[in-house]
Structures are given as structure tokens and as C-alpha cells.
């Protein structure tokens, strides 16, 4: 990619996107809530997640995979702590949109509650949604299978998705604390810049079809990547295809990539995001919870390590000071997806 950087404020980036997505046959509910994520992923930096992700956005809308038109809808209230959104086909992000306020009310109210999206196509981030919540004085919990492109410790053949999980915790007057990781040891996503880089992984990312270690990535995407921490982090991989796939009677990984058939568009299955009250949670116990977790982080931050996202959010400011700085070869790719639809995507 060369690297000819112009600025661009970040609501004239997010006009362009949301106008390339109403080009590819998107609603508005689907294209705004799409626009809103990527956008957010180049402001913060995080190319993997930003505009990387339309073309294989719109390639899932093409294949037919997604429901461009998709109406995400709420289920009737049952009166418990579980809130449930069908996506109806559609992206997972209009579904979340729809569901978070009646997420923060009941578990304002409750303590505790969790959103439910049924029958989603899934590509972003987590962290956009934990940081939604955390906006709400909530501690928040994001998780979600994938496609399977990873094996479990121990195996060679892709079994478990990537399977992110992202935490927020709110805090009065700075930038939450958020992270947000696949179990992978890698996101599929930096494997592919890695490719378009012509880069060699780091070794321990990934095996190749026969379940030999190697650096290569075109033979990794071949073959499947590596949880982190070996036997822990396939644990937790695994318990979140647990949790966030057979749990809320949505697709493992595993199923997902059978349905889709492919690696190449955006996969099927459902989220799993958890809210918690701090105050509720704390009631009745010496100290204030909000002030305690500040006096955690000040020692963490004492011991001269930083905390999640700390460069995320120092990008942030510095786009919404600045604009997002798009390579010329990225302003190209946009005047063509904003030209051509879907007529500039391949299957």
C-alpha cells in the first residue's frame, strides 16, 4: 500500500462509507450501523477493522449471505434479565443499535441483564460495543464465535472460530477501560494484512494444511491458526462457542462455516453481550466501587505499564483533532467501491 496519507473528518469518512453501502443495496439502518463501526475502527486506528472490512462486507451482500434489507427485530418482553434481538439476516451492528438502550435499562433496574442477537452476519469489532454500554455507568462483557479457522491446543485442523471477547468498565471523566482480543493468537484479519504486506508471520501464529507450524500466510489461511496460551486460551475459546453459540441457540463455528461455505465472506451466528450494574453489584459493601477500580489503575499505571486501548484512544484524539489519514491507495479503493457497488466485487 503506498503511503500518500490525506486527512479526512471523521464525518466526512462515515458519509462516504454509509453512500458506498447504500450503493452495495443496503438500508439505511444496515449501512448507517456498518458506517459507524468501520469509521470508528479507522479513527481509533485499528485498520483491521476499518475500511479493510467493506469489500468483504459487500462480497457477503453479493453471495447472497446477508440480508441487505434486513429490519433487525426486538422479541416481546418477558420480563426477565434476558433481552433478545433477531437480526433477521442482517449485519449483527443494526441489531446491537436496537438492543442496547432496553440492555441498560433492565440492567440498571436488575442488576445485571444480557442482549441476545439471534441469526446475525458478524465482521467488527467487539470493543464498539462494551464501550456503548460502559457509556451507561455499565461494565459490559462482548462475545461471539466466528468461522472455524482455528484448532483446539493440541489438534491441527480448524475446529473453534477466532471467538473475540471484549470488557468495558465505565469511568467518571476519562476513557473507559476496554479491551477486546480474539482467543486466536492472531485476528484472521491481521494474518490477511500480513498477506497484502507480503510479510512473514511470527512464528506460533499458525499451521498449514497438514498441521506443520509455519510463517507463511497464504498457507496459514490455508490451514488454521493458534489459540493463544495454548491449552488456555483454547479453553476459553471454546467456552465462549459454548456461551455465545449453543447457549442462545445460534451456530458454533464450526456449523457456521459449514452454512457459509466459505472463509472469504463475513460468517453467520449469534452475540452474546453481558451488563452489569458496579453500584448494584457492590450494594451494601464498604467502599464505592467506581473509586476503587481508579485506585487499580493508578497502581497499574504507577508501575509504568498502561492500560488497554490507551493508543486507541490517544488515536482517537488525535483523528477527531486531526482527521483519519487515508493512503492514497485507500482513497482509490473508496472511489471505486463508491462508483461501482457491487460491480467492483469478485467471489
Same mark, same amino acid.
Given at each position: 500500500? #503506498?503511503?500518500?496519507?490525506?486527512?479526512?473528518?471523521?464525518?466526512?469518512?462515515?458519509?462516504?462509507?454509509?453512500?458506498?453501502?447504500?450503493?452495495?443495496?443496503?438500508?439505511?439502518? @444496515?449501512?448507517?450501523?456498518?458506517?459507524?463501526?468501520?469509521?470508528?475502527?479507522?479513527?481509533?486506528?485499528?485498520?483491521?477493522?476499518?475500511?479493510?472490512?467493506?469489500?468483504?462486507?459487500?462480497?457477503?451482500?453479493?453471495?447472497?449471505?446477508?440480508?441487505?434489507?434486513?429490519?433487525?427485530?426486538?422479541?416481546?418482553?418477558?420480563?426477565?434479565?434476558?433481552?433478545?434481538?433477531n437480526a433477521r439476516g442482517g449485519f449483527?451492528?443494526?441489531?446491537?443499535?436496537?438492543?442496547?438502550?432496553?440492555?441498560?435499562? /433492565?440492567?440498571? /433496574? =436488575?442488576?445485571?441483564?444480557?442482549?441476545?442477537?439471534?441469526?446475525?452476519?458478524?465482521?467488527?469489532?467487539l470493543w464498539p460495543e462494551v464501550e456503548a454500554v460502559t457509556a451507561?455507568?455499565?461494565?459490559?462483557?462482548? =462475545?461471539?464465535?466466528?468461522?472455524?479457522?482455528?484448532?483446539?491446543?493440541?489438534?491441527?485442523?480448524?475446529?473453534?472460530?477466532?471467538?473475540?471477547?471484549?470488557?468495558?468498565?465505565?469511568?467518571?471523566?476519562?476513557?473507559?477501560?476496554?479491551?477486546?482480543?480474539?482467543?486466536?493468537?492472531?485476528?484472521?484479519?491481521?494474518?490477511?494484512?500480513? /498477506?497484502? $504486506?507480503?510479510?512473514?508471520?511470527?512464528?506460533?501464529?499458525?499451521?498449514?494444511?497438514?498441521?506443520?507450524?509455519?510463517?507463511?500466510?497464504?498457507?496459514? =489461511?490455508?490451514?488454521?491458526? %493458534?489459540?493463544?496460551?495454548?491449552?488456555?486460551?483454547? $479453553?476459553?475459546? #471454546?467456552?465462549?462457542?459454548?456461551? $455465545?453459540?449453543?447457549?442462545?441457540?445460534? %451456530?458454533?463455528?464450526?456449523?457456521?462455516?459449514? @452454512?457459509?461455505?466459505? #472463509?472469504?465472506?463475513?460468517?453467520?451466528?449469534?452475540?452474546?453481550?453481558?451488563?452489569?450494574?458496579?453500584?448494584?453489584?457492590?450494594?451494601?459493601?464498604?467502599?464505592?466501587?467506581?473509586?476503587?477500580?481508579? #485506585?487499580?489503575?493508578?497502581?497499574?499505571?504507577?508501575?509504568?505499564?498502561? %492500560?488497554?486501548?490507551?493508543?486507541?484512544?490517544?488515536?482517537?484524539?488525535? $483523528?477527531?483533532?486531526?482527521?483519519?489519514?487515508?493512503?492514497?491507495?485507500?482513497?482509490?479503493?473508496?472511489?471505486? %467501491?463508491?462508483?461501482?457497488?457491487?460491480?467492483?466485487?469478485?467471489?
Open positions: 500500500m #503506498t503511503s500518500d496519507p490525506a486527512s479526512l473528518p471523521i464525518d466526512a469518512l462515515f458519509a462516504r462509507v454509509e453512500a458506498i453501502f447504500r450503493r452495495g443495496g443496503l438500508n439505511a439502518v @444496515q449501512s448507517g450501523a456498518l458506517a459507524r463501526v468501520i469509521v470508528a475502527g479507522e479513527r481509533d486506528a485499528c485498520k483491521s477493522h476499518g475500511i479493510y472490512r467493506i469489500e468483504g462486507a459487500l462480497r457477503t451482500v453479493k453471495a447472497g449471505k446477508v440480508n441487505a434489507e434486513a429490519m433487525p427485530e426486538l422479541a416481546p418482553d418477558d420480563g426477565s434479565a434476558i433481552i433478545r434481538v449483527a451492528n443494526p441489531a446491537f443499535e436496537l438492543g442496547l438502550p432496553h440492555l441498560a435499562e /433492565r440492567a440498571q /433496574r =436488575l442488576g445485571m441483564a444480557a442482549l441476545v442477537i439471534n441469526d446475525c452476519t458478524h465482521f467488527s469489532a451507561h455507568g455499565l461494565a459490559a462483557l462482548a =462475545l461471539c464465535p466466528s468461522y472455524a479457522t482455528v484448532a483446539p491446543a493440541g489438534g491441527t485442523k480448524p475446529l473453534l472460530g477466532t471467538n473475540p471477547f471484549a470488557f468495558g468498565w465505565p469511568r467518571s471523566g476519562s476513557d473507559p477501560y476496554v479491551f477486546d482480543f480474539a482467543t486466536s493468537v492472531a485476528a484472521r484479519g491481521e494474518i490477511e494484512l500480513k /498477506r497484502r $504486506a507480503g510479510e512473514k508471520l511470527p512464528e506460533g501464529w499458525a499451521v498449514d494444511a497438514d498441521g506443520r507450524s509455519t510463517r507463511d500466510p497464504e498457507a496459514a =489461511l490455508a490451514g488454521a491458526m %493458534l489459540t493463544f496460551g495454548g491449552h488456555k486460551g483454547s $479453553a476459553i475459546s #471454546t467456552m465462549i462457542e459454548l456461551l $455465545a453459540g449453543i447457549m442462545i441457540g445460534d %451456530l458454533t463455528s464450526l456449523e457456521s462455516l459449514r @452454512q457459509l461455505g466459505s #472463509t472469504n465472506l463475513s460468517p453467520s451466528h449469534g452475540e452474546l453481550i453481558l451488563a452489569f450494574s458496579p453500584e448494584r453489584f457492590a450494594a451494601g459493601r464498604e467502599g464505592e466501587p467506581f473509586a476503587r477500580a481508579e #485506585t487499580l489503575f493508578e497502581a497499574i499505571l504507577g508501575q509504568g505499564a498502561r %492500560l488497554p486501548s490507551q493508543r486507541r484512544f490517544a488515536a482517537r484524539a488525535r $483523528a477527531e483533532a486531526e482527521g483519519i489519514a487515508l493512503s492514497e491507495a485507500e482513497r482509490t479503493q473508496l472511489d471505486r %467501491l463508491a462508483a461501482e457497488g457491487l460491480d467492483a466485487i469478485t467471489l
